[in-house]
């Protein structure tokens, strides 16, 4: 490792673990951990031992597995990222785990989507849904597909896309669908139709680079800082540092 670069250990280790694995030198990470499901069964490969050296962890497990790797993980004081979803019904829990090791170094940093483009894409939908709110006549829906492998349907940017349109105040039934086909790296879309038009609003990824590249800008962001951090909140400043 250089001593430019700081110890990074992935959680997961499938096709995102292996793409952030490629990426992280050009973040300023050595990857010197590497867990997934045979070798850390009920969080048991987080380790003092193992996890001497590690600067940050990145998640990209399985929903299941979240709860007690980001609670073996605080204990340790390390801080993590969390990109895996589907576990958000733990966050109470979670919270409380991290906050109590605050003193150690703990801190957690979560999100449904990672994507700088997505990020700009919820911005759409709520000022779409602010200025549909009081506009008679448009139904909205929401829609997304991804790869057959994803666990989690609808998927959690699904859910952040619709509570982006209510915090808005978009206050009408929302449909929302989700198929699972192929590698599709993942589609998401955001309709308002009326008997006069239709609005239709697309992100569409064309690989897992972008997930990737905003997980490992949030490791770094996360170096020193300590708490529960949400990634639609802080990506802002995240890519600006």
């Known amino acids: 490792m250089s001593p430019a670069q700081d110890a990074l250990a992935l959680i997961g280790y499938g096709k995102m673990g292996r793409l952030l694995e490629q990426?992280?030198?050009?973040?300023?990470?050595?990857?010197?951990?590497?867990?997934?499901?045979?070798?850390?069964?009920?969080?048991?490969?987080?380790?003092?031992?193992?996890?001497?050296?590690?600067?940050?962890?990145?998640?990209?497990?399985?929903?299941?597995?979240?709860?007690?790797?980001?609670?073996?993980?605080?204990?340790?004081?390390?801080?993590?990222?969390?990109?895996?979803?589907?576990?958000y019904d733990e966050l109470p829990r979670l919270r409380a785990a991290v906050e109590?090791?605050?003193?150690?170094?703990?801190?957690?940093?979560?999100?449904?989507?990672?994507?700088?483009?997505?990020?700009?894409?919820?911005?759409?939908?709520?000022?779409?849904?602010?200025?549909?709110?009081?506009?008679?006549?448009?139904?909205?829906?929401?829609?997304e597909i991804h790869h057959r492998m994803k666990k989690d349907a609808p998927s959690g940017t699904l859910k952040e896309l619709k509570r982006?349109?209510?915090?808005?105040?978009?206050?009408?039934p929302v449909d929302v669908a989700s198929n699972r086909a192929g590698a599709i790296p993942g589609t998401h879309q955001l309709g308002f139709d009326s008997e006069a038009d239709t609005i239709l609003l697309e992100h569409r990824a064309r690989s897992r680079s972008g997930f990737a590249d905003g997980a490992l800008r949030a490791a770094r962001w996360m170096l020193g800082r300590r708490g529960v951090h949400e990634f639609s909140t802080v990506w802002e400043d995240i890519i600006q540092s």
């Open 23 to 87: 990426l992280a030198p050009g973040h300023g990470f050595a990857v010197t951990v590497k867990l997934h499901g045979g070798n850390n069964p009920g969080g048991s490969g987080i380790t003092a031992e193992a996890f001497r050296d590690v600067a940050v962890a990145v998640d990209f497990s399985v929903p299941g597995a979240v709860a007690a790797n980001v609670e073996r993980l605080a204990a340790l004081g390390i801080p993590t990222v969390v990109g895996t979803t589907g576990w």
């Open 100 to 143: 109590k090791m605050e003193g150690k170094g703990a801190g957690l940093l979560y999100g449904a989507n990672f994507s700088i483009g997505v990020q700009v894409f919820y911005r759409l939908a709520a000022e779409a849904g602010r200025l549909l709110a009081a506009v008679e006549g448009y139904d909205a829906w929401l829609y």
């Open 164 to 172: 982006a349109l209510e915090g808005a105040g978009y206050s009408r």
